[in-house]
């Protein structure tokens, strides 16, 4: 089976940084992802993750270590509007684009 | 990155009719779509893999003569909740994407049953 394990709330402050973690048990991985999902909007795609080590996009980050069965996401600068829950998803080989979610993590930033 | 639009964005109907939802992907074709259902404050489950030209694929537990797929082009796949029921509110999401490992989702329908 398939399972994602992430923090359910973090609270931080504007200007801070703040790492998501996500570990998973999967059998057929091949990729992780991120999505950020605002109150009553869609998921909206963040990062992605197929090989170890780190991808940057912007003040967004994405770390995989694949022996680990780990990743996570690096938030820097935060801002206001960067409240949302956060997701990590595991991509399953060979199943063209099927994504198996995480929990999510709501995350609260504070003036 | 790429776009994908459902229609519509929110329907209420009466229990015991159908509702049909469209998944499109504008700037993109898409032999596959995925169908999501998400409840207040939780997280997204896969409902089932809509296949263009073939049967839709369903994760264990969902009924597929209640959630009829249809696909029957590479940028259109729809979901027909049929005979719903209160129980089936919810938010219903669709996702594409031009490579298997990159997914874009629809902006959801919000579907409630009276």
């Known amino acids: 089976g398939q399972s994602l394990e992430q923090p359910s709330e973090v609270t931080a402050v504007e200007g801070a940084i703040v790492q998501i973690n996500c570990t998973y048990q999967?059998?057929?991985?091949?990729?992780l992802s991120w999505y950020q999902q605002h109150d009553g909007g869609a998921p909206t795609f963040l990062s992605y993750?197929?090989?170890?080590g780190l991808e940057e996009t912007g003040r967004f980050s994405s770390f995989l270590s694949r022996s680990d069965s780990y990743g996570y996401l690096l938030l820097q600068e935060l801002q206001m509007k960067d409240s949302a829950s956060y997701f990590c998803a595991v991509g399953v080989y060979n199943q063209g684009g099927k994504l198996i979610f995480g929990q999510g993590t709501e995350l609260s930033v504070k003036p | 990155g790429a776009v994908v639009s459902q229609h519509p964005s929110w329907v209420i109907c009466k229990s015991g009719t159908s509702v049909k939802i469209e998944c499109r992907s504008l700037?993109?074709?898409?032999?596959?779509m995925f169908w999501y259902r998400q409840f207040p404050k939780q997280s997204l489950m896969l409902m089932a893999t809509s296949n263009e030209g073939s049967k839709a694929t369903y994760e264990q537990g969902v009924e597929k003569d209640k959630f009829l797929i249809n696909h029957a082009s590479l940028t259109l796949s729809t979901l027909t909740v049929t005979s719903a029921h209160p129980e089936d509110s919810s938010f219903y999401i669709c996702?594409?994407?031009?490579?298997?490992?990159?997914?874009?989702f629809g902006p959801g329908t919000r579907l409630t049953v009276t």
């Open positions: 993750n197929a090989l170890d």
């Open positions: 999967t059998s057929g991985f091949y990729g």
């Open positions: 996702s594409a994407g031009p490579t298997s490992y990159e997914q874009y």
């Open positions: 700037d993109f074709q898409a032999t596959t």
